[in-house]
T-cell receptor, first 114, second 115 residues
Framework: DQQVKQNSPSLSVQEGRISILNCDYT??????FLWYKKYPAEGPTFLIS?????DKNEDGRFTVFLNKSAKHLSLHIVPSQPGDSAVYFC?????????????FGKGTHLIIQP | DGGITQSPKYLFRKEGQNVTLSCEQN?????MYWYRQDPGQGLRLIYY???????QKGDIAEGYSVSREKKESFPLTVTSAQKNPTAFYLC??????????????FGQGTRLTVV
């Protein structure tokens, strides 16, 4: 059973607009969430994270929102740029601080159109 | 520059052969991980190690083996028992003794193809 779900395999957004990527989780023990960006044939790179004690974390153009009651988080990218085109993975870790590994969603392929 | 190095980038293996993927980090990280990515799938955890000479199975450990003889190195062996070894393999590391989780850093991956 998938514990981290990204229900949109792909998303197309016009350059300059807002990109919103969604992620749902089922395991209530998850308390730390991360977003990674990945280009083909490369390793993922860390973007932004949020602890369960917060509901928002912002870093430049990237903001992550967490709704614990709904077990839902989202990544907002504003404004979207062509270099943002990539696959975005949502990941979560449990009370062990993630030392025992991360649980990943299947990813959302973001396409920024000029 | 600090980072994680995986080698080789591309690897071909004949059916029935074992093959070892290399992962080295100079970030002084305590924990190291191996993930596997298949097309249209997320990353799935194979094995992880939080300390030298100790490691634990992840979600899909069958057909794989690892060792952690040095803090910097965490090689993964794909054995002939692994039924579907063709995949993209990613190594990661993180520091876990800093009072909280820091994000995991990933290598560039190894594409393994069974021919």
């Amino acid at each position: 059973d998938q514990q981290v779900k990204q229900n949109s395999p792909s998303l197309s957004v016009q350059e300059g607009r807002i990109s919103i990527l969604n992620c749902d989780y089922t395991n209530s023990m998850f308390d730390y969430f991360l977003w990674y960006k990945k280009y083909p044939a490369e390793g993922p790179t860390f973007l932004i994270s949020i602890s369960s004690i917060k509901d928002k974390n912002e870093d430049g153009r990237f903001t992550v929102f967490l709704n614990k009651s709904a077990k839902h988080l989202s990544l907002h990218i504003v404004p979207s740029q062509p270099g943002d085109s990539a696959v975005y993975f949502c990941a979560a870790s449990g009370s062990g601080g993630g030392a025992d590994g991360l649980t990943f969603g299947k990813g959302t392929h973001l396409i920024i159109q000029p | 520059d600090g980072g994680i190095t995986q080698s080789p980038k591309y690897l071909f293996r004949k059916e029935g052969q074992n093959v070892t993927l290399s992962c080295e980090q100079n970030l002084n990280h305590d924990a190291m991980y191996w993930y596997r990515q298949d097309p249209g799938q997320g990353l799935r955890l194979i094995y992880y190690s939080q300390i030298v000479n100790d490691f634990q199975k992840g979600d899909i450990a069958e057909g794989y083996s690892v060792s952690r003889e040095k803090k910097e190195s965490f090689p993964l062996t794909v054995t002939s028992a692994q039924k579907n070894p063709t995949a993209f393999y990613l190594c990661a590391s993180t520091s876990i003794f800093t009072g909280g989780l820091t994000e995991a850093f990933f290598g560039q991956g190894t594409r393994l193809t069974v021919v």
